[in-house]
Structure formats: C-alpha cells, structure tokens
C-alpha cells in the first residue's frame, strides 16, 4: 500500500524523446514542433534541465538507460539485455540461462539479411515460436517466446554455458548473420556459440516454409524465416526498487525489455490491452492505467515506446504526432489524479531520425508538483531545457531528485 505521508509520483519516459534538428520541420525537433500545451505548462510551472540517462555523450540503450534512471548504475549492474527481455515476456529465467533478445527477420535465399525486422510483422508470432521452442543441441534446451511484432527472446539452458558470446544479428540489411564466436572463447563460451550458431540454421530451415511465411508471400510481404539474436546475459543481482526507495511502486509499460526490468526490481507490473508499442498506441488507456494505479500505489514508472519507434523509421512528422498524444495523455492524468503528485517527464536516451538510431545528445527532463520551485522556462524542448534551473545531470540522479520531493527520502547524515 502507498505510504500516506508521501507524495506519489510518476515518472514518465517517452521512450527515444531527444532528437536532432529536422529539416521537415522547419530546423526544430519532434518534440520543438509538436503542439505539447501540457507538457509547455509543467515546464513552466515547474523546473527543467537536460538529461544524459547513463552519461555525456554515451549512446545509451532503453535497458541501460532505464537501468541508470532507476538509481542502478548500467556499469555495475548490466549483464546484457537478454534477461530483461526474457522476464519482461514473461519467460522463466533462471541464474544459470543465458538469454537473448532476437527478432523474426527475413533471410533471401542466398543467405542475406533483406529485413531486419520482417516487415514489423504483427501477426502470426505465437506459431513461429512454437514451432522453434524445445529445440535441443549439446544437451543444452532451447526456450522461444514471441514479443511484440517482430520481436522475440531465446533463453538457453543446459550446463556449460556462458553469457560471453557474440550477436547473431548483423543490425544492418544487406549482410549476413553473424558466427557468435568471440576471438578467445573459453570451452564454455565455444559450447554457446555453437549451440547458438545451431539454433539459428534450425530456425531458417523450420520457418523458411512454415505456413506463416508461405501466407506472407502470397500477400507480398516478406517472410519471418530467421531469428536474429544479440544482446546475451545472465539475471543480474538487483536489489528491490521499493525497499530502496521507501515507496510502493508499479511499472505500466509496452514493451517486454522495461517490463522484465519492472519485474527485476520487484515492481508490480500492470499489462494494459490497446498498449501496442507503436504509433498506433491506445495512450488513454494507457493514462486510464495510470489513474487506476495511482490509487494504491505512491510511484508509477511509465513507458510510451512510439517516439523510438517513429524516430528509428525516419519519421519525424509521426514522432511528432505521438509526442502530442502523450501531452494528451500527461493532461488525461491531472484531471484523473488531482495536482497532488510529482511528475517527471523525460527520455531514456535520444534517437535521432535523421540517423534512426540513438545518438549521444541529452534529452531535456521536467520536475513538476508541490514544491517544485520554479525555473525561467517556458516550454518542454531539448533547447529551452538546456536553459533550465537542474542545468545537466545524469540519470542516477532522477529518483533521487523525485523522492527528495515526494517526500519518501530519508535523510543522509545527522
């Protein structure tokens, strides 16, 4: 249950909110083009600064990012993304597996990578993994679930293994996939790469037919017939986000990689139907969620995928476009809730369109609630921000910042 003294708060990430200037839009970002009344407002009444999630000028990750802001240095704690994935689908992930992200890509016939992302399929996922899961090499069992769209995770389990092998996914179309042996590999780490490597051929030659893909190359679009994997790791050791925190807290997320941190953390993680992760996602529900769980929670971590999503297409004018959809949201909330709460708004790191990747840049941040004091900033973007009575920090600092103002901090020292 909340605590009844303390303030509850929510921190907002648009996840991939910083950008780089947009000729399409006039020179400014997404976020400087889009109509944003709400967030304009709490960075009014509020304080802002720019934010580098894990520190100057790294290209973060939504896993390390979101890591650091939470209070738990990526340095010391990260063991790869795979475990978080995994957990966040809601796979078994024991301390001995080694687990992966992947997606279904499409592989042409001479044995290139032409989609990474198998045209962002949407449907028929669940038949895939099925038919992939189970499958066995070296002793070592081989577990397959479907995320969302073309998103998938691999957990491998068996003896002898290790979290010390490379990626199968070149991250490029035009190439092809990659061995995961590292230059070095101890036994173990040869043992992985193998049963890696084996896992990958069995899953182009059990998809390349599978009834899924000959419907999509009826319909033109092309085929899910490899599983591409990166991001390799073992669970990490985390302590308790509410135990540390003095708070009640619950995670309303879309995608599996934040959910498995939420579980990770011992947060509760609420699923809410019509949050896609993409443009198309249903925010009022997700803002109805919100409402909900402010009732007996005192902190609710939120993620808004669709600006990663956007930017990583190229598409400023739809990164724009969700960007105003989360003011809506962030102003669905206050009249849901009341002014009674500490808001932060924020990125887990910046994806630039004009790249489609994530880059090094801050992104701006936004304290707002009782409290708050008040900063010359009149408006939510990377370059007001940059103005901004917080100046520039980095993302241990968030939490810390958020339940000074909660009130939920105990005192350090006498």
Not at 78 to 83: D, L, N
Not at 144 to 159: D, N, P, T, Y
Request: proline share 6%; with cysteine.
């Amino acid at each position: 249950m909340p605590h009844p003294e303390v303030i509850p708060a929510l921190l907002l990430i648009a996840d991939g909110l910083g950008d780089r200037y947009c000729p399409e839009l006039g020179g400014r970002t997404p976020l400087e083009a889009a109509n944003t009344p709400t967030l304009d407002r709490l960075a009014a009444e509020g304080e802002t600064g720019l934010l580098d999630p894990i520190d100057v000028g790294v290209r973060g990750g939504s896993d390390t990012g979101h890591l650091s802001i939470l209070g738990y240095d990526p340095y010391r704690y990260y063991t790869g993304r795979g475990p978080f994935e995994a957990l966040g689908i809601g796979m078994d992930v024991r301390p001995s597996d080694i687990a992966f992200r992947g997606n279904f890509a499409s592989l042409d016939a001479s044995g290139i990578v032409i989609d990474r992302r198998a045209g962002r399929i949407t449907e028929g996922t669940v038949d895939l993994a099925a038919a992939l899961d189970g499958f066995e090499c070296e002793g070592i069992v081989c577990r397959v679930k479907e995320s969302i769209a073309h998103r998938c995770a691999v957990v491998l389990r068996g003896e002898g293994l290790s979290d010390q092998v490379g990626e199968t996914d070149p991250h490029d179309e035009g190439a092809a996939p990659f061995h995961p042996l590292l230059p070095g590999a101890d036994a173990a780490g040869q043992k992985t790469a193998r049963v890696l490597q084996a896992f990958t051929r069995h899953s182009y030659e059990v998809l390349n037919d599978h009834p899924v893909n000959r419907r999509r190359r009826e319909e033109g679009q092309p085929p899910a017939n490899i599983v591409l994997t990166r991001g390799a790791g073992r669970s990490p050791d985390l302590a308790p986000f509410d135990a540390a925190n003095n708070v009640h807290s619950a995670c309303i997320v879309e995608v599996g990689l934040v959910k498995g941190i939420g579980r990770y953390l011992g947060m509760e993680v609420i699923d809410v139907p019509g949050a896609t992760g993409g443009l198309d996602t249903d925010t009022d529900a997700i803002g109805r969620a919100v409402v909900a769980a402010l009732r007996d929670h005192d902190f609710i971590l939120c993620n808004v995928k669709g600006p990663d999503v956007a930017a990583h297409d190229g598409d400023p004018l739809g990164k724009r476009e969700i960007i105003e959809k989360i003011d809506r949201m962030v102003a669905q909330i206050l009249r849901g809730h009341g002014d009674r709460l500490v808001v932060t708004v924020t990125g887990d790191h910046t994806t630039a369109c004009e790249t489609g990747d994530h880059t090094g840049e801050p992104c701006p941040i936004l304290f707002w609630g009782p409290g708050v004091r008040r900063d010359a900033v009149t408006a939510f973007g990377e370059t007001a921000c940059g103005t901004g009575s917080v100046h520039r920090i980095r993302g241990l600092a968030v939490v810390r910042i958020l339940t000074s103002y909660m009130g939920a901090q105990e005192k350090y020292g006498a």
